[in-house]
Protein backbone atom coordinates (compact mmCIF):
# COMPACT_ATOMS: atom_id res chain seq x y z
CA UNK A 1 0.00 0.00 0.00
CA UNK A 2 1.05 3.73 -0.93
CA UNK A 3 1.77 5.96 2.09
CA UNK A 4 -0.71 8.71 -0.03
CA UNK A 5 -3.43 5.91 -0.09
CA UNK A 6 -2.52 5.02 3.28
CA UNK A 7 -3.13 8.66 4.59
CA UNK A 8 -6.25 9.82 2.71
CA UNK A 9 -7.90 6.52 3.58
CA UNK A 10 -7.19 6.51 7.30
CA UNK A 11 -6.12 9.89 8.21
CA UNK A 12 -7.30 12.47 5.71
CA UNK A 13 -6.17 16.10 6.04
CA UNK A 14 -3.55 15.36 7.91
CA UNK A 15 0.40 16.33 7.86
CA UNK A 16 2.40 13.95 8.88
CA UNK A 17 4.89 16.03 11.06
CA UNK A 18 4.89 16.38 14.53
CA UNK A 19 3.28 17.09 16.59
CA UNK A 20 0.75 14.22 15.61
CA UNK A 21 -1.06 14.36 18.62
CA UNK A 22 -2.28 18.03 18.67
CA UNK A 23 -3.36 17.77 14.99
CA UNK A 24 -6.41 14.86 14.95
CA UNK A 25 -9.04 13.97 16.89
CA UNK A 26 -8.50 10.48 18.35
CA UNK A 27 -4.83 9.67 20.15
CA UNK A 28 -2.64 9.05 22.80
CA UNK A 29 0.52 10.60 24.31
CA UNK A 30 1.89 8.57 26.27
CA UNK A 31 5.74 9.39 28.88
CA UNK A 32 8.49 7.60 28.20
CA UNK A 33 11.35 8.75 30.34
CA UNK A 34 9.98 9.55 33.99
CA UNK A 35 11.88 10.89 36.97
CA UNK A 36 14.67 12.86 35.10
CA UNK A 37 17.28 14.06 36.52
CA UNK A 38 20.02 16.67 35.11
CA UNK A 39 23.13 15.30 34.70
CA UNK A 40 24.52 12.78 32.00
CA UNK A 41 22.92 9.75 30.95
CA UNK A 42 23.67 5.77 29.84
CA UNK A 43 22.26 3.08 28.74
CA UNK A 44 21.49 1.40 31.75
CA UNK A 45 20.60 4.32 34.07
CA UNK A 46 17.30 3.79 35.50
CA UNK A 47 15.96 7.11 33.20
CA UNK A 48 17.00 5.71 29.95
CA UNK A 49 15.75 1.36 30.92
CA UNK A 50 12.85 3.12 31.36
CA UNK A 51 12.33 5.28 28.72
CA UNK A 52 13.19 2.14 26.35
CA UNK A 53 10.65 -0.44 28.04
CA UNK A 54 8.34 2.23 27.82
CA UNK A 55 9.00 2.52 23.99
CA UNK A 56 9.23 -1.13 23.28
CA UNK A 57 6.38 -2.30 25.20
CA UNK A 58 3.82 0.13 23.34
CA UNK A 59 5.27 -0.38 20.37
CA UNK A 60 4.77 -4.85 20.95
CA UNK A 61 1.58 -3.89 22.50
CA UNK A 62 0.09 -1.96 19.16
CA UNK A 63 2.20 -4.51 16.35
CA UNK A 64 2.02 -7.96 16.36
CA UNK A 65 4.85 -10.10 14.69
CA UNK A 66 3.64 -10.42 11.35
CA UNK A 67 1.29 -7.85 10.50
CA UNK A 68 2.28 -5.19 7.45
CA UNK A 69 3.43 -2.05 8.58
CA UNK A 70 4.67 1.23 6.70
CA UNK A 71 7.71 3.04 8.05
CA UNK A 72 8.38 6.28 7.10
CA UNK A 73 11.51 7.89 7.91
CA UNK A 74 12.11 12.08 7.05
CA UNK A 75 15.57 13.21 6.64
CA UNK A 76 15.70 16.82 6.82
CA UNK A 77 18.04 18.93 4.25
CA UNK A 78 19.57 21.61 4.70
CA UNK A 79 21.57 22.62 2.45
CA UNK A 80 24.62 21.70 4.67
CA UNK A 81 26.05 18.60 3.02
CA UNK A 82 25.30 16.42 5.91
CA UNK A 83 22.15 14.84 4.45
CA UNK A 84 22.19 11.61 4.02
CA UNK A 85 22.71 10.33 0.35
CA UNK A 86 22.18 6.85 0.43
CA UNK A 87 19.06 6.22 1.05
CA UNK A 88 19.81 2.45 2.43
CA UNK A 89 21.71 3.84 5.02
CA UNK A 90 18.84 4.65 7.65
CA UNK A 91 17.13 1.84 7.16
CA UNK A 92 19.98 -1.18 6.70
CA UNK A 93 21.11 -1.44 10.14
CA UNK A 94 17.52 -1.86 11.88
CA UNK A 95 16.47 -4.19 8.71
CA UNK A 96 17.51 -7.98 8.44
CA UNK A 97 16.62 -9.04 5.14
CA UNK A 98 18.52 -6.59 2.97
CA UNK A 99 16.78 -7.07 -0.03
CA UNK A 100 13.61 -5.88 0.93
CA UNK A 101 15.44 -2.27 0.57
CA UNK A 102 15.19 -2.45 -2.77
CA UNK A 103 11.56 -1.70 -1.96
CA UNK A 104 12.29 1.11 -0.32
CA UNK A 105 10.47 4.30 -2.07
CA UNK A 106 12.12 7.97 -1.63
CA UNK A 107 10.37 11.38 -2.32
CA UNK A 108 11.47 14.62 -2.13
CA UNK A 109 9.33 17.37 -0.67
CA UNK A 110 9.69 21.15 0.42
CA UNK A 111 10.77 21.47 4.15
CA UNK A 112 7.90 20.20 6.20
CA UNK A 113 8.22 22.65 8.67
CA UNK A 114 7.51 25.47 6.14
CA UNK A 115 6.74 28.09 8.97
CA UNK A 116 11.28 27.54 9.83
CA UNK A 117 12.00 28.03 6.33
CA UNK A 118 11.15 31.71 5.10
CA UNK A 119 13.34 31.21 2.08
CA UNK A 120 12.02 27.86 0.82
CA UNK A 121 15.88 26.43 0.37
CA UNK A 122 15.22 23.29 2.77
CA UNK A 123 14.02 19.80 1.50
CA UNK A 124 12.28 16.78 3.52
CA UNK A 125 13.70 13.16 1.77
CA UNK A 126 10.40 10.81 2.81
CA UNK A 127 11.54 7.06 2.63
CA UNK A 128 9.02 4.61 2.97
CA UNK A 129 9.21 1.38 3.24
CA UNK A 130 6.27 -1.67 3.50
CA UNK A 131 7.13 -4.51 5.76
CA UNK A 132 6.62 -7.07 8.15
CA UNK A 133 7.02 -6.09 12.13
CA UNK A 134 9.52 -9.44 12.50
CA UNK A 135 11.27 -7.91 9.61
CA UNK A 136 12.93 -4.88 11.66
CA UNK A 137 15.06 -4.91 14.70
CA UNK A 138 12.73 -2.82 16.53
CA UNK A 139 14.41 -2.63 19.48
CA UNK A 140 17.12 -1.25 18.75
CA UNK A 141 15.90 1.45 16.48
CA UNK A 142 13.44 2.26 19.30
CA UNK A 143 16.26 2.49 21.87
CA UNK A 144 18.39 4.49 19.10
CA UNK A 145 15.35 7.10 19.11
CA UNK A 146 15.34 7.52 22.26
CA UNK A 147 18.95 8.23 22.81
CA UNK A 148 19.03 11.03 20.24
CA UNK A 149 18.94 13.95 23.23
CA UNK A 150 20.75 12.04 25.44
CA UNK A 151 23.97 11.86 24.19
CA UNK A 152 24.10 8.05 24.13
CA UNK A 153 24.78 6.21 20.73
CA UNK A 154 23.94 4.77 18.46
CA UNK A 155 21.41 7.29 18.10
CA UNK A 156 18.53 8.36 15.52
CA UNK A 157 17.50 12.33 15.51
CA UNK A 158 15.06 11.74 12.05
CA UNK A 159 12.19 11.23 12.40
CA UNK A 160 10.60 7.90 11.96
CA UNK A 161 6.47 6.72 12.01
CA UNK A 162 5.24 3.43 11.93
CA UNK A 163 1.79 2.77 10.35
CA UNK A 164 -0.09 0.06 11.15
CA UNK A 165 -2.08 -1.07 7.98
CA UNK A 166 -4.69 -3.54 9.80
CA UNK A 167 -4.84 -1.78 12.78
CA UNK A 168 -4.72 1.96 10.90
CA UNK A 169 -2.54 3.65 13.51
CA UNK A 170 0.40 5.74 13.66
CA UNK A 171 2.77 5.44 16.26
CA UNK A 172 5.51 7.62 16.90
CA UNK A 173 8.16 8.12 19.45
CA UNK A 174 9.68 11.71 18.89
CA UNK A 175 12.49 11.18 21.61
CA UNK A 176 13.15 9.96 25.03
CA UNK A 177 10.01 11.90 26.87
CA UNK A 178 7.27 10.34 24.64
CA UNK A 179 5.41 9.08 21.87
CA UNK A 180 2.27 9.73 20.12
CA UNK A 181 -0.42 6.84 19.39
CA UNK A 182 -2.96 7.87 16.96
CA UNK A 183 -6.11 6.09 15.47
CA UNK A 184 -9.19 6.08 13.47
CA UNK A 185 -11.43 5.22 16.07
CA UNK A 186 -11.61 5.14 19.84
CA UNK A 187 -12.18 1.47 19.88
CA UNK A 188 -9.10 0.36 17.62
CA UNK A 189 -6.70 1.45 20.63
CA UNK A 190 -8.73 1.57 23.89
CA UNK A 191 -7.50 -1.36 25.08
CA UNK A 192 -4.02 0.12 24.89
CA UNK A 193 -5.94 3.41 26.31
CA UNK A 194 -7.00 0.79 29.73
CA UNK A 195 -3.64 -1.28 29.92
CA UNK A 196 -1.37 2.15 30.16
CA UNK A 197 -3.39 4.29 31.40
CA UNK A 198 -0.74 4.80 33.82
CA UNK A 199 1.24 6.13 31.59
CA UNK A 200 -0.93 8.60 29.65
CA UNK A 201 1.15 12.20 30.01
CA UNK A 202 -0.55 14.30 32.42
CA UNK A 203 -0.61 17.45 30.84
CA UNK A 204 -3.09 15.99 28.24
CA UNK A 205 -4.72 13.29 30.16
CA UNK A 206 -7.97 14.73 30.91
CA UNK A 207 -8.42 15.56 27.14
CA UNK A 208 -7.33 12.11 26.62
CA UNK A 209 -10.29 10.64 29.36
CA UNK A 210 -13.31 12.90 27.09
CA UNK A 211 -11.99 10.61 23.54
CA UNK A 212 -12.53 7.01 25.38
CA UNK A 213 -15.45 7.65 27.60
Not at 64 to 81: K, L, P, T
Request: contains cysteine; proline residues 4%; aromatic residues 16%.
Amino acid sequence: MLLNDYMNENFPNLNLRPALFYNWEVGIRFELGIEWEVGNHFKNDPYTRGAYKRAVTLFESLHSQEEDVIVVVDVDDFGDGKTYKHKTKIFAKYIYEKTLLYKLKHTEMPYIFPEEDEEGKYKTNRFTLQCKVSDMRYIPLLKAVCNQDLGIQPSIYQRIYFLNIKRRTIFHVYDDRGCDLLATSPDSIRDIYNTYNDWILDYDKDVIDKVFK
